[in-house]
């Protein structure tokens, strides 16, 4: 039988004298980083450093935004393992209200991570429990409040319904609602219009600049932004080393990364938007760039470290 930890679905937690808790939907994993040493040796041993951690695009934002003091819920599935337990433990003890349904009989999703010398790395993903989310699971949203997607949720049938019920009762609401688009591959196998027409109602999307140039066609990145941006109210196109572009209106904002010893660039991508989050709800008519140097700031925090938080 299905269990639920921390908070039921509809009763969402109202915190700080009434401010709604920025809710975050998407995939709870465990990372498995291995962290590359030397040459690579096809058919022979390699050194590395392997760890395991909490993971998940998803959780990842969510842990970030309560350890910079921005109330959340997160709302996904965990399997009935030991490692699910754990995770949600985790999500606990970072602040996060989990709203995490336990799905008899899977596991807990896994994602193994390798990580070159040169701190790049590639994914190895077994989603396992992530897939079962429902619509019934995510926390029904509050007239102010803010509604964060993963776009891995909208990138596999089973999790899609729910993602896009998600998206239909924040906007019915009068919610914010920011999507992060998730990986080129998943996106150019669902179709980029049909992704495009699932997330019309997002206020803020953030893509990195592969999935921005996908999303429009464009080859140059400052156009691909502002092409978003005559979509989306605000559009922030993050550019790895390069720093990231914020396009609303007429208006495009770039910075550059701030400095790092890069160790791992897994969670980078979270960790930038759950910063630049943390300051643009606070005041969504402020300076783009008080939110691009908190998104920054915390991408190069991340990346000099093993792991994505």
Do not use: K
Not at 151 to 163: E, F, I, N, V
Not at 204 to 227: F, I, K, M, S, Y
Request: hydrophobic letters at 50%; charged letters at 15%; aromatic letters at 2%.
């Amino acid at each position: 039988m299905a269990a639920r930890h921390a908070v039921h679905p509809d009763h969402l937690p109202v915190i700080d004298g009434g401010r709604p808790p920025v809710v975050v939907v998407g995939d709870l994993v465990t990372d498995v980083v291995v962290v590359l040493s030397g040459e690579p040796a096809p058919g022979s041993d390699r050194p590395a450093a392997i760890r395991g951690r909490g993971g998940g695009a998803g959780a990842n934002v969510a842990v970030h935004l309560a350890r910079l003091g921005t109330p959340v819920v997160f709302a996904g599935c965990a399997g009935d393992d030991a490692a699910g337990t754990g995770l949600v433990a985790e999500l606990g003890a970072a602040g996060v209200v989990p709203a995490v349904r336990t799905v008899a009989g899977a596991a807990t999703g896994t994602v193994v991570s390798l990580v070159e010398p040169d701190g790049q790395r590639s994914m190895l993903a077994d989603r396992g429990a992530n897939l079962a989310l429902q619509p019934g699971d995510v926390p029904a949203p509050t007239a102010g409040g803010h509604l964060h997607v993963s776009g891995y949720t909208l990138l596999d049938p089973r999790p899609r319904t729910a993602g896009l019920a998600a998206l239909a009762a924040a906007a019915a609401a009068g919610c914010t609602v920011s999507v992060d688009p998730a990986s080129t591959g998943p996106l150019a196998g669902y179709g980029v219009d049909r992704w495009l027409a699932d997330t019309a109602a997002a206020t803020l999307v953030l893509p990195n600049e592969a999935e921005a140039r996908l999303l429009t066609g464009c080859a140059d990145t400052p156009a691909a932004a502002r092409a978003l941006a005559a979509r989306h109210p605000v559009a922030v196109v993050t550019l790895g080393a390069d720093g990231a572009l914020w396009a609303s209106g007429e208006l495009l904002v770039h910075r550059p990364a701030h400095p790092a010893t890069v160790v791992d660039t897994t969670g980078a991508g979270d960790a930038f938007t759950a910063g630049l989050l943390s300051v643009w709800l606070a005041d969504p008519d402020g300076d783009p760039v008080a939110a691009l140097e908190a998104g920054l700031a915390r991408a190069a925090a991340v990346v000099g470290r093993a792991g994505a938080r």
